[in-house]
């Protein structure tokens, strides 16, 4: 039955979800408090990466996030503040950082990682998208340390336990694929099965083929209110106008937590900023495979022509500020794996951020609510909105439409807290 579909949210996956109703033939209509173009979807490194299964909240990582706030140029920051929503995300992210709680997540983002992948190559072959460059090139994770090496290796043979294809190379095997790297790179990782696209063209190719499927977006206009009716939710108002609808999508990344809060339902996230740069490729000293810098937390994404580079994780609430020394953090460590790049501090004007909707758990929020069965959430995917929006908007769409799911959903329940 066809229906009329609000999507709170205009990045990558307010946009595939969309994409995947529009199919369904509903009439669908996304709010979006900025423009389509700007949020956090549009800097992304562009990684396809069913190969990141681990979640982020993991054994040991409190103890290293510890060590590193106390480096100004380190990849990851918690700014201390008396806020009760930090403290209670704090409270579960430790829980979930278990040998026990990250077994249980693996399997559901390998599952969802897969099935992405896998529309990514159907919306590949759609002649109605333009091309947003997708290649399936693979990754490469680059390490310098014993220790690093050692945590890599012992990530690819859970991989391998899931069914992820892997390469373990020491270093004579790594700089006959990769040699750009350095010498004292000690080996490398490498998901063939992992790919990559053009973040900002894919938005692009997304927004032209909604707007030729008569897909209104509304720019420029935050949700200052929802209406209730009964046990469903009947309208959302923006500055100028109300909107209603039959079914609603709250896609707005980190900003989902405070509709949800509307709604009186507990949707925790903290917004993770991360900043990303781009540098003009060198054609005879390029890279091959986009890759990881391991203990830098550093990403390298080809991308015509140039390179992005991007990096850090700054727990800061809302603040959308840039902090050049984590910028510089990032610039530093490149020639540090790769020489070849001897990457300039870059200006303030050059440096895009964006805020990424962390979940306590690792885990992103995709279903529906219990309470209002007409409202659905899908957020909460940290770095890897990209890498699994269409998985997020085939299973919003199946979820409206109650078919069975492509996959198993009940990890990635929206009333898990």
């Known amino acids: 039955m066809k229906k009329k579909i609000i999507i709170i949210g205009g990045g990558v996956i307010g946009l595939c979800t969309a994409y995947y109703l529009t199919k369904e033939g509903h009439e669908v209509t996304i709010v979006e408090r900025d423009t389509v173009l700007e949020g956090c979807s549009f800097g992304n490194a562009g990684m396809i990466v069913p190969s990141h299964f681990i979640p982020l909240a993991t054994p040991g990582i409190i103890g290293q996030g510890l060590?590193?706030?106390?480096?100004?140029e380190s990849p990851f920051y918690v700014r201390p503040r008396l806020n009760r929503q930090l403290l209670n995300w704090g409270w579960e992210?430790?829980?979930?950082?278990?040998?026990?709680?990250?077994?249980?997540?693996?399997?559901?983002?390998?599952?969802?990682?897969?099935?992405?992948?896998?529309?990514?190559?159907?919306?590949?072959?759609?002649?109605?998208?333009a091309n947003f460059g997708l290649e399936s090139s693979?990754?490469?994770?680059?390490?310098?340390?014993?220790?690093?090496?050692?945590?890599?290796?012992?990530?690819?043979?859970?991989?391998?336990?899931?069914?992820?294809?892997?390469?373990i190379l020491n270093r004579e095997e790594l700089h006959q694929v990769e040699p750009e790297a350095k010498p004292d790179v000690l080996g490398g990782v490498l998901y063939p099965g992992d790919a990559y696209l053009l973040p900002q063209v894919l938005l692009q190719s997304l927004v032209s083929y909604l707007q030729n499927q008569q897909v209104q977006i509304i720019e420029n206009s935050p949700i200052k209110d929802i209406m209730l009716n009964g046990n469903g939710v009947s309208g959302v108002e923006t500055a100028s106008k109300v909107l209603k609808a039959d079914e609603y999508v709250i896609a707005s990344g980190v900003w989902s937590t405070i509709l949800a809060k509307k709604l009186k339902v507990?949707?925790?996230?903290?917004?993770?900023?991360?900043?990303?740069?781009m540098v003009q490729d060198n054609p005879n000293q390029r890279i091959k495979t986009p890759s990881i810098l391991c203990e830098a937390k550093v990403s390298v994404t080809p991308m015509q022509g140039q390179v992005r580079f991007g990096g850090t994780m700054e727990i800061t609430g809302f603040d959308e500020s840039i902090n050049l020394r984590r910028v510089?953090?990032?610039?530093?460590?490149?020639?540090?794996?790769l020489p070849s790049y001897q990457v300039q501090m870059p200006d303030q004007s050059q440096v895009w951020k964006g805020l990424r909707p962390c979940s306590p758990d690792g885990l992103p929020y995709i279903g529906c609510l219990s309470k209002f069965p007409n409202v659905h959430i899908a957020a909460g995917h940290?770095?890897?909105?990209?890498?699994?929006?269409?998985?997020?908007?085939?299973?919003?769409?199946?979820?409206?439409?109650?078919?069975?799911?492509s996959i198993e959903v009940e990890a990635f329940g929206v009333e898990r807290y």
């Open 266 to 277: 507990h949707l925790p996230m903290q917004a993770g900023k991360g900043y990303s740069f």
């Open 67 to 72: 060590r590193w706030m106390l480096n100004a």
């Open 138 to 167: 693979g990754l490469m994770m680059l390490y310098k340390t014993e220790r690093v090496a050692e945590e890599e290796i012992e990530v690819a043979y859970q991989a391998n336990k899931l069914g992820i294809e892997t390469t």
């Open 328 to 337: 510089k953090g990032i610039a530093k460590a490149i020639p540090q794996y």
């Open 382 to 405: 940290a770095m890897m909105g990209v890498s699994l929006g269409p998985a997020t908007g085939k299973l919003i769409a199946e979820s409206i439409g109650n078919q069975t799911p």
């Open 93 to 129: 992210f430790y829980k979930a950082a278990t040998a026990k709680r990250v077994n249980q997540a693996m399997p559901h983002l390998r599952n969802i990682g897969l099935l992405s992948r896998k529309l990514y190559q159907e919306m590949k072959q759609d002649q109605e998208l």
